[in-house]
Each structure stands twice: as structure tokens, then as C-alpha cells.
């Protein structure tokens, strides 16, 4: 039997009167449904052939050495670029993934402070010669029911973001603490900053803010999108604070329910 899917807004008028407004959204549903289904299967079919391709690339870049120059630039140039195309499939299954929901089962106590300090440890590689210096402060050593693989991806897009949006030498925070709100993990940096005009928009797929600079930065623009579905399956949501020139702060809010005792989660864990 198909389901019907309403969207319904309810208005209140002095101390007694409503106005219930109930719209028949169920064509939209399907669409979204069909959109999403569409993207995944096409990502999925697109990542063979292209692993091939990817495969065979590094094989000739491998042995290019006896090549004219020319042959040599052109295996190079489509060796990284297939390298890209991969990162961008890959991101595009991850996001439909989250989008669908596939992620109820996978929530289990997860310990944010050693997460979040492998994600930083990856984040100074990826810094390399830039040398940022990238610090994490735990004041809270609650850990969150969650998807882990889900958590980590949210969090290494905004530090690697992080990285990638700030100039050599700048400074990272990472933070993970509590209050009586939730739990809040924030990435601040000393980068570029943003417009205020693109706040809004920041977590569309493939939007930039500014995409000029964005050949260089290699990223697929599906980060931020990957971020707020993530904090959407764990109820929370997505705070950026930025000013240009200055940097930006990008902040997960999480629920209090969300929060599990680290006394409690170690030994369920272990199990
Ligand atoms: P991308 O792959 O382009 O980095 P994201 O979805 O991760 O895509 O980010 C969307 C846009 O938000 C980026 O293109 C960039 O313009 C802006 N942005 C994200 N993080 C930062 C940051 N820490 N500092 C400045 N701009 C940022």
C-alpha cells in the first residue's frame, strides 16, 4: 500500500484559535526518492569501470619512463585526474548512504576524544610541509551514541577542510565539550574565512563559496552536505561562524540524550 506523506504546519491566533494547514507532499517525497535512488545507482556503476581505468593509468605511469615527455604529462594529468573522479564517487555513495538512513543499526558508545585525535593525527599529515598547528582539547570526556564511521567522516571533513582553507603555518583548534545543551565539537581556524552571504548555503551539495580557488584545494564540494546529514541521523546540528579574512569556526551540536557516561560506554564497548 503506498504510503502518503503530509507536511503539516500548525499556526496559532490569540489565546484559542489555530489554523491547521495539511499539504499532500507525498509527489515530492517520491521524486527526492527517485533523485537519491538515481545518484547512488549511477555512482555505483560509474566506480568499476573506473577503477579499471584508474588501475591501468597507474600501471602506464609506472612504466612512462622510455615515453616522449608529452606522453608522460598526459598519463600524469589523467592519473591524478581519475584519482579525483574516484574521491568524487566515493563521496556521492557515502552521502546517499547517510542520506537514506542506513544508520540506525550501526549506532554504539563512541569514544569522541580518540576519534577526533586520529582524525587530527591524519590532519597533520595531510598538512605536511604547511606545517599548521593543528591542537585538540578534550574538557569532556563523555563519549556520544553514534555511528562511528559516520562521526568520523563528519569530523575529518571539517579538519581537513580546515587544513585545506587555511594558509600555511595557521592555527586549528579542535574542541570536544559539554554543557547542560549537549555535547559540542568545534573546528576553528585562522584561514580564509567566509562570506556571510554563503553561510546559508555552504551545506548544498557542490556549492563554493568561492570556486575559483578550488582546483587547487582537490575537494569534491559534497564535505559540508556529508557533515549535516551526518548530524541530522544523530540529531544534532550544524553551527559556522566566520568572518572574512579572520577564519571560520564550524560547530556539531549534539543533543544531551546523545551523551553516554565514559564509565558506562567502556565496558559495552568491549563487548
Ligand atoms: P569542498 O570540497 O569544496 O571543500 P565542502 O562541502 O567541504 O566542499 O565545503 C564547501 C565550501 O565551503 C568550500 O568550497 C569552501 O568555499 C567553504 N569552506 C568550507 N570549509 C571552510 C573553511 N574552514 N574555511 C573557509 N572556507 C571553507
Redesign the pocket.
Known sequence: KPHIHLQIQISLFGEDDRLIVAKDITRLYQLEQMRRDFVSNVSHEMRTPLTVISGYLETLADNADDLPAKWRRAINTMATQSVRMETLITDLILLSRIETGEHAANDAPTNVDSLVQQVCQDARTLSGKSQHDIRFEASSQQWLDGDENQLRSAFS?LIF??V???PAGGTISVSWSVDSHGGHLSVK?T????DQI?IPR??ERF????PS??KD?G???????IVKHVLINHDGNLEIR?ELGEG?E?ICHFPAERLVTSALAAPTHQT
Open positions: 571533513n577542510n580546515a585545506k582553507y587555511t581556524d584561514g580564509a574565512g567566509i554563503h555552504l551545506t556549492y563554493r563559496a568561492d580557488r578550488h584545494t575537494g569534491t564540494g559534497l564535505g559540508l552536505a566566520s571560520s564550524f
